[in-house]
């Protein structure tokens, strides 16, 4: 534990030390700030609750909006890859898919105007896709074998795919939800610099525009971390989930 926690430490120290390298090589002094002046930043921006609710509110739209397109990415992963009478469906889901979830900030302001609504449309948009590839892959790489068993063992259908399919495919569909929640995150923070009034790319937005670039780099940074952190977390459930993995 010391040693992660040391080699953290030294990631960081390094990381800092390139930046404080660059402030003072390159001619970025008109608009980056020094070390020092981020670290007091920092110290002003999280001894204020304001940073929390933006954080909080960009936590809220993740969780709602990826939690259903997790839902509907497995659920019609696992249906699609089942039965071939729907396999009809992919082909207009993989017309949608290279569709950037950027792109339906528009369409999603036009459908469900400004505020909270858009934003989980945007991070479903996001989130869904690779969530409901990775499952389908994963049905359709079911081994031949395991169906000719529950067939012989005469497995109801709910059970083979509960018992067979969804457990087989499962590490699959961990691979698309962690994919899904970086896109996610990327789609929150996308969503919220055109649609909201709170939340981090709220907050980044508006610190430019006050021409205030240490808080802009502060919200980048808590962008990261926080990102880093989610992804952490559906590791962690991963490794509940799949006890055969280890």
Same mark, same amino acid.
């Given at each position: 534990?010391?040693?992660?926690?040391?080699?953290?430490?030294?990631?960081?120290?390094?990381?800092?030390?390139?930046?404080?390298?660059?402030?003072?090589?390159?001619?970025?002094?008109?608009?980056?700030?020094?070390?020092?002046?981020?670290?007091?930043?920092? +110290?002003?921006?999280?001894?204020?609750? +304001?940073?929390?609710?933006?954080?909080?509110?960009?936590?809220?739209?993740?969780? +709602?909006?990826?939690?259903?397109? @997790?839902? !509907?990415?497995?659920?019609?992963?696992? !249906?699609?890859?089942?039965?071939?009478?729907?396999? /009809?469906?992919?082909?207009?889901?993989?017309?949608?898919?290279?569709?950037?979830?950027? @792109? /339906?900030?528009?369409?999603?302001?036009?459908?469900?105007?400004?505020?909270?609504?858009?934003?989980?449309?945007?991070?479903?948009?996001?989130?869904?896709?690779?969530?409901?590839?990775?499952?389908?892959?994963?049905?359709?790489?079911?081994?031949?074998?395991?169906?000719?068993?529950?067939?012989?063992?005469?497995?109801?259908?709910?059970?083979?795919?509960?018992?067979?399919?969804?457990?087989?495919?499962?590490?699959?569909?961990?691979?698309?939800?962690?994919?899904?929640?970086?896109?996610? /995150?990327?789609?929150?923070? @996308? @969503?919220?610099?055109?649609?909201?009034?709170?939340?981090?790319?709220?907050?980044?937005?508006?610190?430019?525009?006050?021409?205030?670039?240490?808080?802009?780099?502060?919200?980048?940074?808590? +962008?990261?971390?926080?990102?880093?952190?989610?992804?952490?977390?559906?590791?962690?459930?991963?490794?509940?989930?799949?006890? /055969?993995?280890?």
């Amino acid at each position: 534990m010391k040693r992660v926690i040391l080699r953290n430490f030294f990631k960081i120290t390094c990381l800092l030390g390139v930046y404080q390298l660059i402030y003072f090589l390159l001619p970025v002094k008109n608009f980056l700030p020094s070390i020092v002046e981020l670290g007091r930043s920092a +110290i002003d921006n999280f001894s204020n609750s +304001i940073i929390y609710s933006h954080i909080l509110s960009s936590l809220q739209r993740v969780l +709602i909006g990826f939690s259903l397109a @997790a839902i !509907a990415g497995i659920v019609i992963g696992i !249906a699609i890859g089942y039965s071939a009478k729907l396999r /009809w469906l992919k082909s207009y889901i993989e017309i949608l898919r290279p569709i950037p979830p950027i @792109a /339906w900030i528009p369409m999603a302001i036009l459908v469900f105007g400004l505020g909270d609504t858009a934003s989980y449309f945007i991070v479903f948009m996001g989130a869904f896709f690779p969530i409901f590839s990775s499952t389908y892959f994963g049905v359709l790489s079911l081994p031949r074998i395991y169906k000719n068993v529950a067939m012989s063992f005469e497995l109801s259908r709910l059970i083979y795919i509960e018992k067979i399919i969804f457990a087989y495919s499962l590490p699959y569909i961990f691979s698309g939800l962690k994919i899904g929640i970086g896109m996610a /995150w990327m789609a929150v923070i @996308a @969503a919220e610099l055109i649609s909201t009034n709170r939340g981090l790319g709220y907050y980044i937005q508006i610190n430019r525009l006050l021409l205030r670039t240490d808080n802009v780099l502060i919200g980048m940074m808590l +962008i990261g971390i926080v990102g880093y952190l989610l992804n952490k977390l559906i590791e962690y459930f991963e490794r509940i989930c799949i006890k /055969w993995r280890r």
